[in-house]
């Protein structure tokens, strides 16, 4: 079983949105590097950040802290 993690799922949502890393710092004021480190594992955005990062990938905080999308009653399996 693949482990989940926030970096993964927030680099798999940037590339799903067509957005580079850079694109994405410009966003939130930081720099790529930054961005790049959040999507390899090696360090956490401010929980400050968690909204407005949740925004731009239209997840939730609480997906985006879990790294996976959550099923929704509207959603059909």
């Known amino acids: 079983m ?9 680099a798999a949502l940037r590339k799903a949105n ?4 850079q694109q994405v710092a410009d966003k939130l004021n930081v720099s790529n590097k930054t961005v ?10 401010e929980i400050t950040m968690l909204s ?9 905080v609480d997906e985006l ?3 996976e999308k ?6 059909e399996t």
């Open 70 to 75: 959550l099923n929704t009653k509207n959603e």
């Open 36 to 45: 790049s480190k959040w999507e390899c594992d090696e360090g956490y955005p």
């Open 18 to 21: 067509g957005l580079t890393q």
């Open 65 to 67: 802290l879990r790294g």
């Open 2 to 10: 693949e482990k989940k993690t926030m970096g993964s799922f927030m």
């Open 52 to 60: 407005a990062i949740a925004e731009i990938y239209s997840v939730t």
